[in-house]
């Protein structure tokens, strides 16, 4: 990814970790679906990602690895993109993966992004990271979640 801008290799991190997946064509479409709304990575429109700035800004000031701060970034803009599709669906509201494949699938959708993001974590050993840290980075996503719901 090297050349790359910090937003394009995170595109492409996202798109590729989707794209890996052995899921229909369809689910997969459904899965990048939120992550392509407005403010949302994805979107045509958007120049600027708030959570992976940050998270890109924090791993640069603390001499962190580039690879691993970009999967960190596109786990965290999936577990968003996951939170929003259940907000959705909980407040009734207005959702394009409800209108795209019906509350079902949406759910389904939202989901496996959760799991996708714990996946990305997880891979965070391959940088190097102590697989501890990673551990308690999960432990940390998955808390946030928990809180989230509530």
């Known amino acids: 990814m090297s050349g790359a801008s910090p937003r394009d290799e995170l595109i492409q991190t996202i798109t590729e970790t989707v794209a890996s997946q052995a899921l229909p064509p369809s689910l997969r479409?459904?899965?990048?679906?939120p992550l392509q709304q407005p403010g949302k990575v994805l979107?045509?429109?958007c120049d600027y990602a708030f959570w992976p700035e940050?998270?890109?800004?924090?791993?640069t000031a603390t001499g962190g690895d580039p690879g691993a701060a970009v999967r960190v970034e596109a786990a965290i803009e999936m577990f968003i993109a996951a939170l929003d599709v259940f907000d959705e669906v909980e407040d009734g509201d207005q959702s394009p993966s409800v209108e795209a494949a019906g509350m079902a699938q949406a759910t389904n959708a939202a989901t496996a992004l959760l799991f996708l993001a714990q996946q990305l974590l997880l891979t965070l050993t391959d940088f190097g990271l102590p697989a501890e840290r990673v551990l308690l980075l999960a432990r940390t996503l998955t808390t946030m979640g928990v809180a989230a719901t509530g």
């Open 54 to 59: 940050l998270v890109s800004a924090t791993s």
């Open 43 to 45: 979107h045509p429109d």
């Open 29 to 33: 479409t459904l899965l990048l679906l």
